[in-house]
């Protein structure tokens, strides 16, 4: 069942398809990461906690 | 990574497009909300340099204007 180069539905083989998720989820860290930066300047900006 | 053979099963060209623009609406509506309830975005957007001085001045320390709870 699991042969590495079974082409699914979606035309990808399990290789390509977690290719593409490690990148999915590099970009999404990279997303985070300037989101963080944002909210700190924000915060150092405009304390909403306080 | 769980979650790695999805795209087995949902297309590239479908999920990756709906993913972005779920996180772009999201981001959106998220910046909509502070726009209406908070003031200093607004504040802020506008660049009333008038409202910086005083607070310069006045409070010393940046801090915006006491927002509505």
Redesign the interface.
């Known amino acids: 069942m699991d042969d590495p180069n079974k082409v ?5 083989t ?1 290789g ?3 290719e ?3 990148n ?2 590099q970009g999404t860290q990279i ?1 985070g990461m300037i989101a963080a930066l944002a909210h700190l300047l924000a915060y150092i ?4 906690l306080k | 990574m769980i979650y790695g053979k999805i795209w087995l099963v949902v297309k590239p060209s479908v999920g990756v497009p709906l993913f972005l623009g779920a996180v772009a609406v999201g981001s959106f509506a998220v910046h909509a909300a502070l726009l209406t309830n908070t003031t200093w975005v607004k504040a802020f957007l506008n660049g009333n340099t008038k409202a910086v001085v005083a607070e310069g001045s006045a409070a010393g320390a940046p801090t915006a204007p006491a927002a509505k709870k």
């Open positions: 699914w539905p979606t035309g990808l399990v390509e398809s977690e593409l998720h490690r999915i989820i997303f900006y405009s304390p909403w």
